[in-house]
């Protein structure tokens, strides 16, 4: 049985930073691409960040991109979000996905099929 867990949200001042983890039990962990996205209220989930299955390729959304890190270490069957700068607009429930063996970084929401339960980012101007 494939889990999730999230950790690392809270509320933080418009231009802080967090870091996110998702610890991943079940399965071979360092096989997997692995994915971030988030909900604000109101909206659709959305794509924030991913990382393939060896690490080497990763994926931003432009709204992120150049403040947000995606890393994963397979010793501790962990993927990181390092978020930077953080703005309002990034306040959102983030959750982290498995997507495919052996795949590259995606945004496509149908590639994942396992889900963490979520960790709330709160950003206040």
């Known amino acids: 049985q494939v889990q999730l867990v999230e950790s690392g949200g809270g509320l933080v001042q418009a231009g802080g930073s967090l870091r996110l983890s998702c610890v991943v039990s079940?399965?071979?962990?360092?096989?997997?691409?692995m994915g971030w996205f988030r909900q604000a209220p109101g909206k659709e989930r959305e794509f924030a960040a991913s990382?393939?299955?060896?690490?080497?390729?990763?994926g931003y959304a432009d709204s992120v991109k150049g403040r947000f890190t995606i890393s994963r270490d397979n010793a501790k069957n962990t993927v990181y979000l390092q978020m930077n700068s953080l703005k309002p607009e990034d306040t959102a429930v983030y959750y982290c996905?498995?997507?495919?063996?052996?795949?590259?970084?995606?945004?496509?929401?149908?590639?994942?099929?396992?889900w963490g339960q979520g960790t709330q980012v709160t950003v206040s101007s």
């Open positions: 079940g399965g071979t962990f360092s096989r997997y691409a």
């Open positions: 990382i393939s299955w060896k690490g080497g390729n990763t």
């Open positions: 996905a498995r997507g495919g063996a052996f795949s590259g970084s995606s945004e496509d929401r149908t590639e994942y099929n396992y």
